[in-house]
Each structure stands twice: as C-alpha cells, then as structure tokens.
C-alpha cells in the first residue's frame, strides 16, 4: 500500500512547487488545448465504461469507448478507489486545500 509519510511528503511536495515542479503533474487545463478546441463532453477514462450508455445517448452513436475497468462494477468501489479515500482522509485538510486550490479547474473539466 501507500506509505502515508512518504505520500503526504509528495503531496507536500506539489503544494510548494505549485503543481510545476514535474510536467507529469502539471495541472492538465494548462496542457490541454481548451481554448483553440471545442470539447463536447470530457470523460475521466476510470468512468468510460460505466458511462458508455450516456456517452451514446449524448453523442448519438454506438462508439464503444475504452475503460480501465469492468462495466459491470462501480468506479468508487474498487478497492484501490477505497483505499485513495482511507489515505486521503489521514491527509491533513491544509494540504487537500491546497491541492485542490492547484487542480480545481481539473476537476471542473
């Protein structure tokens, strides 16, 4: 698993280097075309495949999309997405704060 020292460490890390540090983990609105290109939808390839029926719904057609996990379970329970949150939640709330401040417009994709 995680050792929650060395992960806070990293996660410290990122929030002194203001996410710029690597360009591994720049925030992804910065390397991301969005203002010379139109994006109709944007999904996080973790949730393709439980998505694909919305995804044609919205887009009209029967593309498959690819996925990382199985169609017939949920994203937030596998167990790695469970243990995210267990580690997450031992994070102190400045640090999240501040990650959070870094990657939001990520998230708002």
Not at 61 to 81: E, F, H, I, K, W
Request: hydrophobic share 40%.
């Amino acid at each position: 698993g995680i050792n929650a020292e060395y992960g806070e460490e990293f996660l410290r890390y990122l929030v002194e280097h203001n996410g710029t540090a690597n360009p591994h983990f720049l925030p992804q609105h910065k390397i991301l075309c969005i203002p010379q290109a139109r994006y109709d939808l944007i999904v996080p390839l973790e949730y393709s495949t439980v998505m694909n029926k919305d995804v044609w719904t919205h887009i009209n057609t029967s593309v498959n999309l690819l996925g990382s996990y199985d169609s017939a379970s949920d994203p937030r329970l596998q167990t790695s997405a469970i243990r995210a949150k267990e580690w997450f939640s031992e994070i102190s709330q400045d640090i999240i704060d501040k990650l959070y401040d870094i990657y939001k417009v990520d998230f708002a994709l």
